[in-house]
Each structure stands twice: as C-alpha cells, then as structure tokens.
C-alpha cells in the first residue's frame, strides 16, 4: 500500500428487498403551481432503429424542464411546497418523428397551454430569454395519473406496469 492512500474498510449490503418508494399525488384541477426552475433539454436518439446509438446522436426532442411547486397543496393543503416535475416538448426531429400525433402536432399542445397560462406569445423562439421569464410565476394546472412503462425485451415493446406517476398538464393562467 502507497503512503498517503486511505482505504475504507467493506461495509456489507443487501438491497434484494429494496424498492422505490414513490410518492404519487391524487389527481386534481386547478392547482396552483410556481415555476421554480425551468431549463432546456433535449431527447436523443436511443436505439439504432430510430437513426444511430451513442452519446452523440442529434436530438429526437427538445423540452422545458419544469420544476413546479405546488403553492397551497391538493385538497386541504395536503403537499404543499411539495416540488412536481413536469416536461414540456418544443419541438420532435419530423425525420424521426413520424406518426400522425407528431405530424399533426399534438406534441405542442401542452407548449400552448403553457405559452397561454403565462400571456407569452404563441410565435417566438425558445431559448434562455424565455427560459428566465419563468422562474417564480405562477399558473393552473392539472395533476393526473398515468400507468408507468417499461420495456419488454421479449416484445422489444414497452408495456405498462402496476405502478403510476403524476403528469401536470391543462396549463391556465392562476387567478
């Protein structure tokens, strides 16, 4: 052993048994939310099929990353301050995105309702100038409930599990 070089002692585990534990909000309407980080991000290409494998593959999607805290909570202040994350797509590659839901942007209806929600105009650009006017403003939305997925690689498809997770979406401006 070289001078200077600490080793830590083994510490023994079993993590057979452990499972996430999620926490999963009840499905609600016009809950008030503030935005408390927004970010871009992009969705890159995940299997040969859809165009390539690697890091480096082009974006498939764009997004805003939402970090939304729930202002007064569910139902009577249950989970308030509580911080929900929620993404926004902007824009899909139309070489990659193929289907009619994308060719007839459904993608961008949450974008609009977003956009709507916060009085920002529905033409424009997105990038860091929106980006900042985010931060700190505050909306409607609602919460909901979907099936998780996971892929199935007998099927090469995914399938939905028993678990659920929250989705926010149906943006209005707070009142």
């Known amino acids: 052993m070289s001078e200077g070089f600490n080793v830590n002692e083994p510490v023994e585990f079993d993590v057979e048994d452990v499972k996430e534990q999620r926490i999963v909000i009840p499905a609600a309407k016009d809950v008030k939310f503030r935005i408390k980080k927004a970010e871009l991000r992009s969705r890159r290409v995940r299997s040969e099929k859809e165009g390539g494998t690697g890091e480096d593959n082009p974006p498939v999607t764009k997004q805003i990353a939402l970090e939304l805290s729930l202002v007064d909570g569910v139902g009577e202040g249950k ?34 309702f977003l956009l709507t929600a916060l009085g920002i105009p529905l033409k424009g650009s997105i990038g860091d100038d929106l980006i900042g006017q985010l931060t700190g403003r505050e909306l409607l939305g609602t919460i909901s409930l979907k099936k998780m997925q996971a892929f199935d690689p007998s099927t090469g498809k995914y399938v939905d599990t028993d678990d659920f997770k929250n989705e926010v979406g149906k943006f209005k401006a707070a009142i």
Do not use: E, G, T
């Open 79 to 112: 989970f308030k301050n509580k911080s929900m994350f929620q993404d926004v797509c902007y824009w899909a590659d139309p070489a990659i995105k193929v289907s009619d839901w994308y060719r007839n942007k459904q993608h961008l209806v949450p974008l609009r």
